[in-house]
């Protein structure tokens, strides 16, 4: 089990942010939004789909579990989420795990809304050296684990992915004070 030594100074996690979408390729968009920032705060919304965005994958649907009708009854309107996630991140950097996809989801987000992020979005993958990389995916599936957490929802998951990288950051600096 993981168990973060108690000698170790507390370390600034990175801003996480996930999304969850209708599908994995043309057409998907968001439909879940989550964020924790490195002070601890955590968001999460569901995304209310543009009228013109129809796609609907149920290969997606069944890993995120979120029905599209729970979207369009409970889904914030897009540009109220755009701004409540610039607000969270204005002049940040957010890091994500599936950087190419979230990229491309956000983007469409914030293009729908007609505004800009006020944040950056980048590979969490940066934020790791070699040896973390090795251990990312087995380190991953044991913080699951200890955290007892639904995946596959956005919030979940950057929460997972938030105490993953913190877990070997704090391994890191036990190795570098050794």
């Known amino acids: 089990m993981l168990r973060a030594p108690l000698s170790t100074p507390p370390l600034s996690p990175p801003d996480v942010i996930d999304v969850e979408a209708s599908g994995f390729g043309a057409g998907s968009y968001p439909i879940e939004v989550g964020l924790v920032t490195a002070e601890g705060e955590r968001f999460c919304t569901l995304v209310r789909p543009a009228l013109h965005w129809n796609h609907w994958d149920p290969k997606a649907a ?21 701004r409540a996630l610039n607000e969270k991140l204005s002049g940040r950097t957010a890091y994500s795990d599936a950087w190419g996809y979230d990229f491309t989801w956000l ?25 973390d990389r090795d251990a990312w995916h087995t380190t991953l599936r044991e913080v699951e684990q200890t955290l007892s957490l639904a995946r596959h929802r956005a919030r979940s998951d950057a929460l997972v992915l938030q105490r993953t990288w913190l877990f070997l950051a704090q391994q890191r600096t036990l190795c570098r004070d050794d």
């Open 62 to 82: 069944s890993l995120h579990g979120i029905p599209r009708q729970s979207l369009i009854e409970f889904g914030r309107p897009v540009a109220e989420v755009a």
């Open 107 to 131: 983007a469409l987000l914030y293009d729908e809304a007609g505004l800009h992020a006020s944040f950056r979005l980048a590979p969490i993958q940066c934020l790791l050296d070699e040896a």
